[in-house]
């Protein structure tokens, strides 16, 4: 197959809003391709190299490319070993190898090949939902149930190895596919719910309402002695956080694999600063500086392994029952997230004041009956906060006046395209922003810009902020027909990426009368 195939269907993905177009364009070029190309073509559509960062920055790539082939002759394959070839150049005089390899490539593409792969090295082809469009597609292509498809996905935590199982070996190789004790899982995650008895005539009576944590998730597996921590985007922070690590070793099992949050609280118990917590992990700080004195508290809200039994398709209510066995004792009862099972309105209104009285965000009211299921497919567990929040991607910025003259102060906000194109704007704002902060994104954005149009910087969407607001209204000023209310900028969430942003669909929730 030929990069230019690969490139074709790309564009057909972005011409069309349709979902089921775009997982059908993505299926049909994945039964054309050869079994060894498959894991390349998956993870290119989806946005990503199957070698991650090659060591190709967006300074390199702004520069004049060599002149384009007239004629597409690039395979899959010999792209791809380039790629590996990037990734692996290190050393004295890398950045010179680097820089004569990526000219070879783009030498030997077309000029439709040569954006392509610009947009693919810088990041530029993430699209947010696609995730879930690919997940589609190689259902599609491999003529397998989309469950059996998502289940390998979570289990696997890779596109295109689970792109490569179904199209080589169908639904038995997917059914394969097992929880790892070693290999993190992806997260089940929790959709807004507009308020606490909303979610409760959802859901009913068999639910568990427990605290939400202003903390970062973190995902913990035991096998023996051996003890590794991943976030909620996968990555391995276990030698950032010994004291999680000591606290689970401690754990009467063998084998285990924890869900839960963490945070840094102070000496009263309450939550700390949301960057002292993200400074533990190696995040950039929005402000300040990290205290490495700072101890972080882990809190378990699901259990997924115990000592060689599988959980995942198990309900929450006997998940919780295996939990509560495993930190039973005094030690390790302080782990577990505090909440109520099959609480009436009145204790489950009790659970909400208890967490805003101790420092908290809010409550997650959860389906006891549900299994674990990565992503938001659904509404079996959703966070309920007294004010709404929302993470959105920030595709811009502009030049502030008065005492923000020569500072990047206003900010543009996106909210997830459902259907996998651009994240689509939804509003602007300024509030929220301290000193240090506007220091900061004056500093920062510049790096990331797309354009520089004399008003401030358009930026590549890399960045996700959180912000408050009073709601929506509809308004044709921004692409998406909604603007925010009043929304303010309460922190940047360098634990998420814009494939984790909010999509449009939970800010047209927050519209009046909705």
Do not use: N
Not at 149 to 168: D, E, H, I, Q
Not at 257 to 267: I, N, R
Not at 326 to 331: H, K, P, S, T, V
Not at 405 to 416: E, N, Q
Request: a neutral charge; one cysteine or more.
């Amino acid at each position: 197959m030929l990069l230019a195939d690969v490139v074709a269907a790309s564009a057909g993905v972005a011409a069309t809003r349709s979902r089921t177009a775009k997982a059908a364009a993505i299926a049909g070029l994945l039964r054309r391709a050869r079994d060894d190309e498959v894991p390349a073509v998956t993870a290119w559509l989806a946005g990503d190299t199957l070698q991650g960062r090659v060591g190709v920055g967006w300074r390199t790539l702004t520069r004049p490319a060599p002149d384009p082939a007239g004629e597409p002759r690039l395979a899959v394959g010999d792209v791809d070993r380039a790629l590996g070839e990037l990734a692996g150049t290190t050393g004295t005089g890398s950045a010179g190898r680097r820089e004569a390899l990526l000219a070879g490539l783009l030498g030997a593409a077309t000029a439709d090949e040569q954006r392509f792969l610009g947009r693919l090295l810088t990041g530029e082809l993430r699209q947010g939902a696609l995730e879930g469009v690919v997940l589609d597609a190689i259902a599609a292509a491999a003529e397998v149930p989309a469950a059996a498809v998502r289940r390998a996905f979570m289990l696997a935590g890779s596109l295109p190895a689970t792109a490569a199982t179904a199209l080589t070996g169908g639904v038995p190789a997917l059914q394969a596919v097992r929880l790892r004790v070693g290999r993190p899982v992806r997260p089940m995650l929790a959709a807004p719910g507009s308020s606490l008895d909303a979610a409760l005539a959802d859901l009913g009576a068999e639910v568990t309402v427990e605290h939400k944590f202003d903390g970062a998730r973190i995902q913990v597996h035991r096998d023996g002695d051996a003890v590794r921590v991943w976030t909620r985007t996968l990555r391995e922070v276990t030698d950032g956080v010994p004291e999680v690590v000591a606290r689970v070793r401690s754990l009467p099992c063998r084998t285990a694999v924890l869900d839960g949050e963490t945070l840094a609280l102070d000496d009263d118990g309450r939550p700390r600063a949301f960057q002292d917590t993200m400074s533990r992990f190696g995040s950039q700080l929005i402000e300040g500086r990290a205290d490495e004195t700072v101890l972080l508290s882990p809190f378990f809200f699901d259990l997924l392994h115990l000592d060689g039994r599988d959980l995942l398709d198990e309900p929450l209510a006997a998940r919780l029952d295996a939990l509560a066995g495993l930190l039973a004792d005094g030690e390790h009862a302080a782990l577990r997230m505090p909440g109520v099972r099959r609480p009436t309105p009145e204790q489950a209104a009790g659970v909400l004041a208890d967490a805003l009285t101790a420092g908290h965000e809010g409550v997650v009211v959860k389906a006891l009956g549900s299994p674990y299921a990565a992503g938001r497919r659904g509404r079996a567990w959703q966070k309920v906060k007294p004010v709404h929040t929302l993470d959105l991607v920030v595709l811009g910025a502009e030049w502030g006046y008065g005492r923000r003259a020569g500072k990047l102060s206003t900010i543009h906000l996106g909210a997830r395209d459902p259907d996998g194109g651009e994240p689509v704007m939804v509003g602007k704002t300024f509030k929220g922003m301290t000193d240090e902060l506007l220091d900061w994104q004056t500093r920062t954005f510049p790096a990331l810009a797309r354009e520089r149009p004399d008003w401030g910087v358009e930026l590549r969407p890399e960045l996700v902020v959180e912000v408050a607001l009073d709601g929506a209204q509809r308004s044709p000023r921004y692409p998406g027909g909604l603007a925010l209310r009043f929304a303010r900028v309460l922190r940047y969430r360098p634990d998420r990426s814009p494939a984790d942003a909010d999509i449009l669909d939970a800010v047209r929730a927050l519209l009046a009368g909705s």
